[in-house]
């Protein structure tokens, strides 16, 4: 056998032998870099030195495919670095952005919250002033009214349709406190003295508790009750309207509502007249 072929059998040889040797290695796990580095480096070295210098030549060739692998690997991870670098200015760039838009949200709201409380407080005000100028209007329009519920013979008791209307006008009167109510209670001249005054109470009371119901201040009703004395009728018809209740709707100080109060709180006769007939 020749010289070059003992050196390529040789140099198989020890080849097959490290590379098995590597192969079967569990220390660490070869890299397709490390075999190739192995077997270039051996059949380089085989030429170059014989036997010896494939082995070497292996080893060589092992640990050039390892520094190769390891560089690239390096640069895999450097790109991978880079990557995440990128990835989280990009990430801070969105935070920044967001904490920006977040600030300019909570501004704007800040900003419309002032607005809507200035618009709701402009609205109060506009309602407090057409509240007032209805009021205003509500009592120069009942100012001055006045008028008679009228009762059946001797009854204090209110028809349906009369306590209705009562209600509505004292609804309007509660929502104007400039405005005062008389409410005087008459009888006719059928019946006594007292039971005639009792009466009278009784009516100028029962539209006095409508208007109390309705939200008007006790201050502002101003209740009398006359009886008979103010009866002028002669006949059956006339004794119809003086079984009454009169509303006089004023306002506060009013001087000719004292003068008419004066006028209408005359004396009650002291003479008892001894015919009484049904309730008057």
């Not at 309007?172 to 005062?180: E, G, M, N, R």
């Not at 009703?221 to 059956?236: C, H, I, R, T, W």
């Not at 006089?248 to 003068?259: K, L, M, R, S, V």
């Amino acid at each position: 056998m020749s010289t070059v072929s003992r050196k390529v059998v040789w140099t198989v040889g020890l080849l097959s032998l490290s590379a098995a040797a590597l192969a079967d290695s569990p220390a660490r796990q070869s890299h397709p870099q490390e075999p190739i580095g192995f077997v270039s480096g051996g059949i380089i070295g085989a030429f170059a030195a014989g036997p010896i210098g494939a082995v070497v030549g292996a080893g060589l060739g092992t640990w050039l495919g390892e520094r190769v692998h390891r560089a690239s690997d390096a640069r895999r991870a450097e790109a991978q670095v880079a990557k995440l670098e990128t990835d989280n200015s990009a990430l801070k760039a969105q935070s920044t952005t967001l904490e920006s838009e977040r600030s300019e949200l909570a501004e704007t709201n800040r900003a419309l919250t002032a607005r809507l409380d200035d618009l709701a407080h402009k609205v109060e005000a506009a309602e407090a002033v057409a509240s007032s100028t209805t009021e205003q209007q509500a009592a120069v329009a009942l100012a001055g009214l006045e008028g008679d519920v009228l009762f059946r013979t001797g009854s204090a008791d209110l028809s349906p349709e009369m306590a209705d209307q009562i209600r509505s006008l004292a609804g309007a009167v509660s929502k104007s406190p400039a405005l005062k109510v008389r409410v005087d209670g008459y009888a006719d001249p059928r019946g006594t003295v007292a039971t005639n005054l009792k009466l009278s109470q009784e009516r100028a009371d029962a539209v006095r508790d409508l208007f109390l119901k309705a939200g008007v201040e006790p201050t502002a009703l101003e209740v009398n009750a006359y009886g008979k004395s103010m009866s002028q009728a002669q006949d059956p018809d006339g004794y119809a309207f003086e079984r009454r209740v009169r509303l006089t709707i004023e306002t506060q100080g009013d001087p000719n509502a004292q003068a008419s109060a004066a006028e209408a709180t005359s004396p009650v006769s002291a003479v008892a007249e001894e015919a009484a007939s049904a309730g008057s």
